[in-house]
């Protein structure tokens, strides 16, 4: 069994009570919405309110990264680091590093793709050798992408492709590469970390 690294987690006030005073504020718009007779908007409303107490319960922790150190705010569940890229998530009062052969159902491991971009030989669903390739393509207004992505003889499906906005570039998109194992996400990271980093 792998040893990872944690860090203890302590609960953002501040975090919290402007969660939950958005949820407060969506649950009344769509209560006097409700009163109004109107039938969807309330709806639209009281979904919101649920989100926001979730995000209060759940997602307003800070505490270091486990494996750089740096302070991550809105910590809850599955967690990037903004420093170093690695992820993690809050389990039971602590900020865990991610075991290197985690698998998603989806995937959700997201890394920005350089220009080149070099593809580790392991498969994106399971983490294990590849043997063949999945194209990919995202088409938006800015630019079209097309990216072949790794898989083993038994699995497809294990990565997309999505886009990110760049801070500081005029909010420009760039292609992101999001996949299921975090064995490749890491090898990915290795591999293209002048670029990427």
């Not at 072949?148 to 005029?170: F, I, S, W, Y």
């Amino acid at each position: 069994m792998e040893l990872v690294r944690s860090t203890p987690v302590t609960r953002s006030w501040k975090s919290t009570l402007t969660s939950l005073l958005f949820a407060l504020a969506m649950l009344g718009a769509g209560t006097f919405l409700f009163y109004e007779n109107r039938v969807i908007t309330p709806v639209i409303f009281l979904l919101l309110a649920m989100v926001g107490a979730w995000a209060a319960v759940s997602n307003s922790y800070t505490g270091d990264c486990p494996a750089c150190g740096a302070v991550q705010k809105r910590l809850g569940g599955l967690h990037r680091c903004d420093h170093c890229l690695a992820y993690g998530e809050v389990v039971k009062g602590e900020y865990r590093e991610l075991e290197s052969d985690r698998v998603l159902k989806t995937p959700m491991f997201a890394a920005r793709v350089p220009e080149p971009c070099h593809m580790p030989k392991l498969c994106s669903r399971c983490g294990l050798p590849a043997a063949r390739f999945e194209k990919l393509r995202i088409i938006r207004k800015e630019f079209a992408f097309d990216l072949d992505v790794p898989h083993c003889e038994l699995h497809t499906g294990g990565a997309d492709l999505a886009t990110e906005r760049v801070q500081g570039k005029g909010g420009t998109e760039i292609p992101v590469l999001k996949v299921a194992s975090y064995r490749f996400y890491r090898e990915f990271l290795k591999q293209n970390k002048s670029a990427t980093g």
